[in-house]
């Protein structure tokens, strides 16, 4: 059966943990190929289609940016992120990993855009660009500096500060005790949530800066585990106030941002 051969491919791709194969998009391919046939399947061959297409169903809740930088040392961050959150708010949720250089970049589906990183922080002009828009439609971004990583931090809160908004002259403060993820699941500590935020008096970001991550933790490093709890409980919280801001969509739906001005 040329479906089994897809269910195959399909167990490959999530053993591996790989969005691609062979710089392939294994899902879309085989999905747009099954979506494009006609005839009637015989039924063993129309349940492995099934099992295959399954694996589409759940809304991309995360992007995982892949900027020009050291993006990926955390590889399974993100992954146990929509694991764990899912879970806990009852979703079935998905993740993705994408670049920003485009307004129909598959990040565009996603509720929560997540980057972290120790390298200096470099952004082109149309990943710029795409931030505003993915913001300016509800939009959660949430940064975090790994290993100590000063540099990142430091130019990540240059960049945005001066080039996103530079109209509004946005600064960025301490994370209010306030603020709304601190109850969005959990009923987090101040202390839990350490980080800036990006401000503007006429106007709410929802763009975060944090001092205390979660990303190693959560990613299963093994000197970080005792922080695995907190990093649990932080991570359900943010998802669940991004995803109250910005509805996630599904892996095959066709998502464009409109452009900000």
Same mark, same amino acid.
């Given at each position: 059966? &040329?479906?089994?051969?897809?269910?195959?491919?399909?167990?490959?791709?999530?053993?591996?943990?790989? &969005?691609e194969i062979g710089?392939?998009?294994?899902?879309?391919?085989? =999905?747009?190929?099954?979506?494009?046939?006609?005839?009637?399947?015989?039924?063993?061959?129309? =349940?492995? $289609?099934?099992?295959?297409?399954?694996k589409g169903d759940?809304?991309?809740?995360?992007?995982?940016?892949?900027? &020009?930088?050291?993006?990926?040392?955390?590889?399974?961050?993100?992954?146990?992120?929509?694991?764990?959150?899912?879970?806990?708010?009852?979703?079935?949720?998905?993740?993705?990993? =994408?670049?920003?250089?485009?307004?129909?970049?598959?990040?565009?589906? $996603?509720?929560?855009?997540?980057?972290?990183?120790?390298?200096?922080?470099?952004?082109?002009?149309?990943?710029? *660009?795409?931030?505003?828009?993915?913001?300016?439609?509800?939009?959660?971004?949430? =940064?975090?500096?790994?290993?100590?990583?000063?540099a990142f931090a430091?130019?990540?809160?240059?960049?945005? &500060?001066?080039?996103?908004?530079?109209?509004?002259?946005?600064?960025?403060?301490?994370?209010?005790?306030?603020?709304?993820?601190?109850?969005?699941?959990?009923?987090?500590?101040?202390?839990?949530?350490?980080?800036?935020?990006? *401000?503007?008096?006429?106007?709410?970001?929802?763009?975060?800066?944090?001092?205390?991550?979660?990303?190693?933790?959560?990613?299963?490093?093994?000197?970080?585990?005792?922080?695995?709890?907190? $990093?649990?409980?932080?991570?359900?919280?943010?998802?669940?106030?991004?995803?109250?801001?910005?509805?996630?969509? *599904?892996?095959?739906?066709?998502?464009?941002?409109?452009?900000?001005?």
């Open positions: 059966h &040329q479906n089994y051969a897809l269910y195959a491919l399909e167990r490959v791709g999530m053993l591996l943990d790989a &969005q710089g392939v998009d294994w899902y879309r391919l085989g =999905a747009e190929r099954l979506l494009k046939e006609e005839r009637v399947a015989e039924p063993s061959s129309l =349940a492995f $289609a099934l099992l295959f297409l399954s759940a809304p991309i809740a995360i992007a995982k940016w892949q900027w &020009q930088g050291d993006w990926n040392r955390q590889p399974r961050d993100a992954k146990h992120w929509v694991e764990w959150g899912g879970g806990e708010l009852g979703k079935r949720l998905d993740w993705i990993s =994408a670049p920003l250089n485009r307004l129909d970049s598959p990040a565009a589906k $996603a509720s929560l855009i997540i980057i972290n990183g120790r390298d200096e922080f470099k952004a082109s002009d149309d990943e710029i *660009k795409f931030l505003r828009a993915f913001l300016d439609g509800g939009g959660t971004l949430v =940064a975090e500096a790994t290993c100590d990583g000063r430091d130019s990540f809160r240059r960049q945005l &500060q001066t080039r996103l908004y530079p109209e509004l002259t946005p600064r960025w403060e301490a994370i209010n005790r306030q603020h709304p993820a601190l109850w969005a699941k959990h009923e987090l500590l101040p202390a839990d949530l350490r980080g800036e935020e990006l *401000k503007c008096e006429c106007r709410e970001f929802r763009i975060l800066l944090l001092q205390n991550g979660m990303s190693c933790a959560i990613n299963g490093d093994i000197d970080s585990q005792a922080d695995l709890p907190r $990093a649990r409980r932080v991570a359900t919280n943010l998802l669940a106030w991004a995803r109250q801001s910005r509805a996630p969509d *599904k892996k095959l739906d066709a998502i464009t941002l409109a452009p900000v001005s």
